[in-house]
């Protein structure tokens, strides 16, 4: 096992959601949904809360799948909220080590402590070159798991059983490895994302500073890789396509201004992606525990 943690990231998110409801319209007129009612107005409200009230007798009804949703009847066609996102963080005091990876069952000596419906990451060799996948438990059974779907990036882990973990996502800060010149630290923070316009959604990040604790600071990656043996620290995306910023390429620094981490173009039903943040110290790093606060903003493209 790895030894106890001295870098510390708390992480917040902010959702920028917009509202959106059917409607038909002219150059004079637009009739934001139309229906056959006995009565009523379309939309009040005060600083606090909204009301959209008709007199009306037919009532609504919904269906789903994995994919999509239907909802028919009565004013079925007015939507609020259209983004809805969820940020997973790597619990490394659940680490278990696993011992093999066939599709998406994953072998271990003991399951105690995993449930259903939990979020793991699932990490080949742990370190600087780590092979990292998401996923969301669907069973649970004697020795091994079974998750919904692996999230990847360019590669999926090969999983030996030689320097490989699984780690619950369920953590309230982001904990790194000691701050070392024998190891690269690393911890996974993960994004679910739902958004129902045909534009997609943005992911972006900032930091409140570096990482940092008093007048001591590490010291951002700016060579495109965090290296064992040099003091620094950045983050990388399983995206491979953005267009904004090289967390797709390369191991990037964080900064105050926020920049794009994740990218869709496209409707997105629990879309799920991540960052692998690393770390390393070099032999003038002085011991302390660093800290900082990141920002995740998640919006969608209108």
């Known amino acids: 096992m790895k030894r106890p943690a001295t870098a510390f990231i708390l992480v917040g998110f902010f959702v920028y959601a917009q509202f959106a409801s059917a409607a038909m319209s002219s150059t004079n007129y637009n009739i934001r949904w139309d229906t056959l009612s006995a009565g009523g107005s379309d939309t009040s409200s005060s600083a606090s809360y909204i009301l959209r009230d008709s007199v009306a007798p037919n009532a609504g009804s919904a269906s789903s799948s994995s994919s999509y949703q239907v909802t028919d009847g009565y004013r079925a066609g007015v939507f609020d909220q259209i983004i809805t996102s969820d940020l997973f963080i790597q619990n490394s005091t659940n680490e278990r080590e696993i011992t093999a990876l066939s599709s998406t069952t994953v072998s271990m000596t003991s399951t105690t402590g995993l449930s259903v419906g939990d979020y793991v990451a699932i990490v080949q060799d742990y370190g600087a070159s780590q092979v990292t996948a998401i996923g969301k438990i669907q069973t649970v059974g004697v020795?091994?798991?079974?998750?919904?779907?692996?999230?990847?990036?360019?590669?999926?882990?090969?999983?030996?059983?030689?320097?490989?973990?699984?780690?619950?996502?369920?953590?309230?800060?982001?904990?790194?490895?000691?701050?070392?010149?024998?190891?690269?630290?690393?911890?996974?923070?993960?994004?679910?994302?739902?958004?129902?316009?045909?534009?997609?959604?943005?992911?972006?990040?900032?930091?409140?500073?570096?990482?940092?604790?008093?007048?001591?600071?590490?010291?951002?990656?700016?060579?495109?890789?965090?290296?064992?043996?040099?003091?620094?620290?950045?983050?990388?995306?399983?995206?491979?396509?953005?267009?904004?910023?090289?967390?797709?390429?390369?191991?990037?620094?964080?900064?105050?201004?926020?920049?794009?981490?994740?990218?869709?173009?496209?409707?997105?039903?629990?879309?799920?992606?991540?960052?692998?943040?690393?770390?390393?110290?070099?032999?003038?790093?002085?011991?302390?525990?660093?800290?900082?606060?990141?920002?995740?903003?998640?919006?969608?493209?209108?």
């Open 143 to 302: 020795g091994s798991i079974v998750l919904d779907r692996l999230v990847s990036g360019s590669s999926s882990p090969s999983i030996d059983g030689s320097n490989d973990y699984l780690y619950l996502l369920n953590g309230s800060s982001l904990t790194l490895e000691t701050v070392s010149t024998s190891s690269v630290g690393t911890g996974i923070l993960a994004f679910e994302v739902t958004v129902d316009n045909e534009s997609g959604y943005v992911v972006q990040i900032l930091e409140d500073g570096e990482l940092r604790e008093g007048a001591n600071s590490i010291d951002d990656v700016a060579d495109g890789s965090v290296t064992l043996g040099s003091e620094e620290f950045g983050a990388r995306s399983n995206d491979s396509s953005l267009s904004s910023s090289t967390f797709d390429t390369q191991d990037s620094a964080l900064t105050s201004s926020a920049q794009e981490v994740v990218s869709r173009s496209t409707f997105a039903f629990d879309d799920r992606s991540f960052l692998t943040f690393k770390i390393a110290g070099a032999t003038s790093t002085p011991s302390a525990t660093y800290s900082q606060t990141l920002t995740v903003i998640t919006s969608g493209n209108f």
